[in-house]
């Protein structure tokens, strides 16, 4: 009877680990059946705006201006520089990204030479404390619009959390000071680092990567963190 039980048992469990697996695989999708357009436009120049900042962090935009371009190069684009195109664009009387969200994207190809322009929201720059811990989160949302056709190519959304939580071996004090100075000395730009190489690395491959063209069915795409764009929108 016990081993009876026992296979019960062992049966119930791969069931439940093949209906979580089967979750995690339909969750990610594969970037040709995420950005068709993307693979349609093949867009080479990427002219990437101030970023919209909707935190009460006044320096995040500038910090997280220095962050971005790396990883959409090492995708395979070529990246206006962003020291000179913002430096222009603030010469138009623009400081804010949010300013630039209803302008024709056409005209970023006349001014810059752009194929697509590239919109962030910072939307969390935080940091919290609670109790005993504390955390750190950056969290930015992309979209990547061709100078073109007007259309969205790409758009995604990442956010990373870390715990700043000091050692409560020294007591509840020891823990509250530790974790402010946890907190204090976590920098935010290797996050904002980490979330633009995780969702950036769902761009297809641009026409100055070596693999360029040949990742249309790689799977890479979390559909919950990707608003879709389907050749039918």
Not at 43 to 68: F, G, K, R
Not at 154 to 173: K, M
Not at 208 to 218: I, L, P, R, V
């Amino acid at each position: 009877m016990t081993t009876i039980l026992n296979r019960v048992k062992r049966v119930a469990l791969l069931a439940i680990l093949a209906v979580g697996l089967s979750g995690c695989a339909t969750s990610f999708i594969s970037k040709e059946e995420a950005f068709p357009k993307m693979y349609q436009a093949k867009p080479v120049a990427i002219l990437v705006v101030p970023a919209i900042n909707n935190t009460t962090a006044a320096e995040a935009t500038e910090y997280y201006a220095t962050t971005v371009a790396e990883p959409l190069t090492r995708m395979g684009y070529y990246v206006l520089p962003i020291e000179v195109t913002n430096r222009l664009i603030q010469e138009q009387g623009i400081v804010d990204g949010a300013q630039l969200t209803n302008v024709d994207t056409g005209l970023f190809k006349t001014m810059y030479g752009a194929d697509a322009v590239m919109f962030v929201n910072i939307n969390q720059w935080d940091t919290s404390y609670f109790v005993i811990g504390g955390n750190v989160t950056v969290g930015i949302s992309y979209q990547l619009v061709s100078t073109t056709s007007k259309e969205v190519l790409w758009q995604y959304a990442d956010t990373i959390v870390v715990d700043t939580g000091g050692d409560s071996g020294g007591g509840i004090i020891g823990a509250i000071i530790s974790t402010a100075i946890n907190t204090a000395f976590t920098d935010y730009v290797p996050l904002a680092k980490r979330v633009n190489y995780t969702a950036l690395s769902t761009i297809p491959f641009g026409g100055y990567h070596e693999k360029t063209g040949t990742d249309q069915k790689a799977q890479a795409v979390n559909k919950n963190k990707a608003n879709v764009v389907n050749a039918s929108n």
